[in-house]
């Protein structure tokens, strides 16, 4: 690693490195996933549904893209599990 130079960033997590510890910072990795899925100007929530609510099947409602959806729970998994 010495000849690389200071290890900045590591699968989308910051790391600062210090005389006293190593530090891991998760904040440009939201910030990129909220771009990505174009969420900059959601409001956020303490709850984000109601829940008593029961959801059930819409056959009238638009289909959505499953690739994008799971990109998105992929992303969110990585960002708590990391």
């Known amino acids: 690693m010495s000849m690389m130079?200071?290890?900045?960033?590591?699968?989308?997590?910051?790391?600062?490195?210090?005389?006293?510890?190593t530090f891991l910072s998760?904040?440009?990795?939201c910030?990129?996933?909220l771009k990505k899925f174009n969420?900059?100007?959601c409001k956020e929530?303490?709850?984000?549904?109601?829940?008593n609510c029961y959801l059930?099947?819409?056959?009238?409602?638009?289909s959505v893209d499953?690739?994008?959806f799971r990109g998105l729970i992929g992303s969110l998994l990585y960002l708590t599990a990391s």
């Not at 290890?7 to 005389?19: A, D, E, R, S, T």
């Not at 929530?45 to 829940?51: A, G, H, L």
């Not at 059930?56 to 638009?62: F, I, R």
């Open 5 to 21: 130079g200071e290890l900045n960033y590591f699968l989308g997590l910051q790391i600062k490195q210090l005389n006293h510890g």
């Open 26 to 29: 998760k904040t440009k990795y």
């Open 31 to 33: 910030k990129e996933l």
């Open 39 to 41: 969420m900059e100007s």
């Open 45 to 51: 929530r303490v709850t984000p549904m109601s829940t």
């Open 56 to 62: 059930d099947l819409d056959d009238k409602g638009a």
């Open 66 to 68: 499953q690739t994008k």
